[in-house]
């Protein structure tokens, strides 16, 4: 990936930008801290580890030499395997890895198991490489700089990380995509009451953001995909008459890709919001790695976004809770949002997890697209295998938007955001009609179905899950395959075994049919009732709704039959579950289209939260 050549000045000597992007200045900080063997008369209070120390020495010193032993056991009965030879076992329970010694001790988990039967007593010790890592577990104190006020190591860390992603100023987050929406949120809600337009199937912690802003949002319904039946995000003309309806609105937000990997280009939603003096925000928890290959889908910052929030511990290589928000362009009180960050987050963030979101920097930015090369081969392997299972059918756009310009004239990572934009819009607008919202797969969200309808995307994932496959999720029809840049041919391998067994096992080896795939989807997509679809029939956009922290007066409710709910105001919110994505906010007004809908999830069997009557045979509403 080209890199604008770039002299820096550190220490007196010159650094180049290769040498000085392939540093982790706060990683190695903890390197030198570690290193250094310091006395801590600070926190945190487990001293470097050392408060364990001597457990861990102590059941070294007794234990004797380990005995690795890995059986793989092949039972006749209970094979897999398909045409090229290889083999899984229908339970996980036939792949045993053990490492337990002559006395009863795990090394691997430092359990120690004695006494008699089932009822012995277990020691707990944490292992070495626990022990190995706090001492890296450090907090605010000479050398490690200060996560809300950065002059050293973190600061460089950051800047790095908004050299590599395309921003001009990027943060650490260690409380996940979370703390990035409440602080987006509470920056550009500035008074009371702020209007926010907002993508309906949003994440919860968009609806938290809302409520301690006390802002009022306008919804835009999502576009949805007539072959999948899957909801993506608000069309440009959905965007374009909120914008137009609600001027004095303090900003745009939406989610893009969705769980599924789904989106569009971006570009147009940000021009026109930029056209309305409105910063775009988005949610682009799984897109981290976006616009870090010419196989994935370009990232939000490269469209126009102004404030991108990404977790960079789902789709590239930090530890949990780590995350980014990245900004660009004059939309955003930058300073405001430095006080906000440092109210949703902690004060004692974790090194560790800083530590971890340097080095994910740091592979990218010195591996470049190579990064994805092992990654994007399982996904090509499994691609190519699963034609060969014509049972299971791979989701996919119906006509995908080219996202990256024609080999021999990519963009550079670091070509500006106005360059870019202008790459792309004529091959926008070429491409597809405006009001289409699903025009770009995520390679790496691989989303399956039974193309024979036998097996919903539940059903599929359990026998998945049986043969030692666990895919991040599933709904009534889908499944949600997740790969990354840490997967392996071997692992598509396997996974392509489990569905040949699972093909095999149910009797449907082949599908004779002459319809297309896309075709056979949409036979069935008008009856698809999804939990993560949530949008409102026959309208663009919501009315201003209310949210605030203060909880609603009990007296000034009242409960009605769910029936007969139409028309009231709901004092609930409705929240199929899973995935948690709300249906109806308390305050909102009940249309006879969302009525319809919850009785109908209901009488499917799908579990609600949020509402008092879990049944749904009522619902509570505000009094007129």
Known sequence: MHRTHIIYVQDGYFMDHKTKSSRAPLYEALLAYRDSKQRSFHVPGHKNGQAYRYLVEEAESEKPPVKDIVEEEHQHNGEIQNGAGGIVNQRVEQFRFSSIDEHGADMESGKRFGGEGNQSEIELVPVRSFLEMMEMDVTEITGTDDLH?????IQEAQELAADCFGAEESFFLVGGSTAGNLSLLLTVCDEPSSIVLVQRNIHKSVIHGLMLAGARAVFLEPWVDPASG???MPSVETVQAAVQSYPEAKGVLVTLPNY???GA?????????????????VDEAHGAHYGQHPELPVSALSCGADGVVQSTHKMLTAFTMGAMLHIQGPRLNRSLLRQRLAMVQSSSPSYPVMASLDLARRLLHVQGANTFTAGLAAVDAFKRGLAELPRFQLLQPAQPLQQEPPAGTAKPAGMSVSAAQQTREGLTAAAIPSVAGYTAQDPFKAVIYDGTGVLSGYGLQQQLEACGCVPEMSDERYVVLLFSLGSTVLDAQHLL????HISSTNGHEQIHSSTEPSQQLAKGSAHYISTWNNLQENTRFSEPISFT???IVETDTINVPIEESAGCRSAEMVVPYPPG???VYPGERLSPSMVARIILLRDEGAKFHGVSDASLQSLKVMKD
């Open 260 to 262: 599924y990997g789904m």
């Open 265 to 281: 280009d971006l570009t147009p939603i940000a021009k026109l919001c930029h056209d309305a003096g409105m910063p775009l925000l």
């Open 230 to 232: 899957l909801a993506v």
């Open 497 to 500: 075994q489990a569905l040949h």
């Open 581 to 583: 994505i709300p249906l």
């Open 149 to 153: 006020h950065p002059e050293g190591v």
């Open 549 to 551: 922290l203060q909880p």
